[in-house]
């Protein structure tokens, strides 16, 4: 069975910086696309970066590129997404999601919710001003 767990969320100053964490089980992180999303109160969920280890991509939507690096560990099975300069914006819930890389026919960006089967539990992210 596939299952992901997101983690790492937390409470952070305006400038500050965290690192999240997806970790997969029931398959391998090298086999498929993992995407990060988020979601705040009132707003639909907006796809943030994705990283496919197998087509070595990694794609960034326009709000985070520059502030955010999407990076993975094979032998954790985990991808992380590392954020900087965080700005009251950037509160929302985060996910990660997965599909396995050979069905992902076309890769949008920044990656849509509904190119993703697989989704975590989501990881709380509040940034203060």
């Known amino acids: 069975e596939v299952q992901l767990q997101a983690s790492g969320g937390g409470y952070v100053q305006a400038g500050g910086s965290l690192r999240l964490s997806c970790t997969g089980s029931?398959?391998?992180?090298?086999?498929?696309?993992i995407g990060w999303f988020r979601q705040a109160p009132g707003k639909d969920r907006e796809g943030l970066a994705c990283?496919?280890?197998?087509?070595?991509?990694?794609n960034y939507g326009d709000s985070v590129k520059g502030r955010f690096t999407v990076s993975s560990d094979s032998a954790k099975n985990t991808v992380y997404l590392d954020m900087n300069n965080l700005q009251s914006e950037d509160t929302a819930v985060y996910y990660c999601a997965a599909q396995p890389a050979e069905t992902m026919m076309a890769v949008s960006i920044p990656p849509s919710p509904d190119e993703y089967d697989y989704w975590g539990q989501g990881t709380q992210v509040t940034v203060s001003s």
């Open positions: 990283i496919s280890i197998s087509d070595g991509m990694i």
């Open positions: 029931g398959f391998s992180v090298d086999d498929y696309a």
